[in-house]
Structures are given as structure tokens and as C-alpha cells.
């Protein structure tokens, strides 16, 4: 089963905590540089986004999707260098402002909810993950024009949480209707069609694994 992952990973090998002394290889040394590098820009860009927001919102009242861009700067800054609170923290502030703008069946509410889905999913809180990503759905079933590449996307996450849950017959529940968009809209050969149907026959394997226990 797909994991929803983020580079936040990097974060444990090439923390302040590493053992000083400890001899890095060549890969290790390029891995770390290209680390810093990227961590450095998504600072400045956090930066940039904190000045905007003290700069032309602070104290005014004044909601827009400017501020929405910059909560989301700050949210998916620090779901990058592995804060997940605070990516979730800022996540819902662009959240609440989105639902002042925007109607209730706006497909950006949807993608906003299934990102705050994603965030409470690395932070381990899958229930409220699951409740967000359920929006989500909510919010795609509402639009025709939605991808349905997307709802499937979607259903997977949701899959994916409820296995972490150790509840394979939800998890089953949302793969097969995954699995079930994806042969309508990919081609056979396409890698998240394959990853669908290897989804279905791990949960299948668990299920039966399970029963067995049980007799």
C-alpha cells in the first residue's frame, strides 16, 4: 500500500543531532549539500511569506487569496523541514480563509482539505486524517468537472490511513473504488494503475491472514 510521504525524512539523517564526528561518504556528503540547499530556499521562501503577511494583512482584517498563498508557503514549508505541527497549524488558517472566499463546492477547498488530509496523516493523527480526506471527496463529488484521477488520488490516501489503522476492510473499501477509476481512465501499463491492483491483492492477503488468526 502507497504511503503518503514528504522530504521531511531527510531531516532525521542530516539533522544538528548528527554525531559531529561521524565520517560522511561522497553520496552522503552530496545527499547533505543538496539538503541544505533546498532546506536554505524553502527558509527564504517561508521568510518571504511572513513579511508579506506582517507587511499587508496583519491588524487588518483584510482576507484575500494573497494570504492564502502565504499560509500555504508556511505550511508546506515546514511540512518539508518536518514540523508537522506547524505545517497543520498554518494549513488551517489557509483553510478558514478559503472557506470566506470561496463557494462550498469550490474544487480548491477540496485540494485544500486532501493537504491538510495529507499533514494529519504524517503526523500520525490518521482519524482526523480520514475526516479531512473525507471532505475532500465531499467536496470533488460536488463538481463534474472534477478529475477523477484526482478522486482516485484521494480514495488511495484514505486507503492508505485506514490500513495504518490496521482496518483492511475500510481500507479494501476505498482501494477497490481507487482501483475501479483508475482502470476506467489509465492504461494498463501506467504505474498507479499496477500500484492499485498490488494495493488490492496486499489487502486481500491481510484480510485472509486475519481470519485465520481469528479461527
Known amino acids: 500500500m502507497r504511503k503518503i510521504i514528504s522530504s521531511a525524512a531527510l531531516t532525521l539523517l542530516f539533522s544538528t543531532n548528527m554525531v559531529q564526528a561521524e565520517t560522511l561518504t561522497p553520496t552522503q556528503e552530496q545527499a547533505k549539500k543538496v539538503y541544505e540547499a533546498k532546506a536554505a530556499k524553502i527558509k527564504a521562501a517561508m521568510e518571504k511569506a511572513s513579511r508579506n503577511l506582517d507587511k499587508n494583512y ?9 494570504m492564502v498563498e502565504d499560509y500555504n508557503t508556511l505550511s508546506n514549508g515546514n511540512f518539508e523541514l518536518g514540523d508537522f505541527d506547524a505545517a497543520i497549524e498554518w494549513g488551517l488558517r489557509a483553510l478558514k480563509v478559503q472557506m470566506k472566499l470561496l463557494k462550498s463546492d469550490d474544487p480548491a477547498l477540496a ?5 491538510l488530509g495529507n499533514k494529519y496523516y504524517m503526523h500520525k493523527e490518521h482519524p482526523t486524517a480520514v475526516l479531512y480526506l473525507q471532505k475532500a471527496l465531499e ?14 488520488d484521494t480514495y488511495e490516501m484514505i486507503a492508505s490511513v485506514f490500513m495504518n489503522l490496521n482496518d ?7 482501494a477497490n473504488k481507487c482501483l475501479d477509476l483508475r482502470q476506467k481512465h489509465l492504461k494498463k501499463e501506467d504505474e498507479a494503475l499496477k500500484r492499485a491492483v498490488m494495493n488490492i ?15
Not at 111 to 115: L, P, Q, S
Not at 139 to 152: E, F, M, R, S, V
Not at 168 to 174: A, F, P, R, T
Open 201 to 215: 491483492d496486499f489487502l486481500k492477503r491481510e484480510i485472509k491472514t486475519q481470519g485465520c488468526k481469528n479461527d
Open 139 to 152: 467536496i470533488y463529488g460536488k463538481n463534474p468537472k472534477t478529475d477523477p484521477l484526482k478522486i482516485a
Open 111 to 115: 485540494d485544500a482539505y486532501a493537504d
Open 168 to 174: 483492511y476492510q475500510q481500507s479494501l473499501k476505498y
Open 58 to 66: 496583519k491588524g487588518r482584517g483584510c482576507f484575500d487569496m494573497g
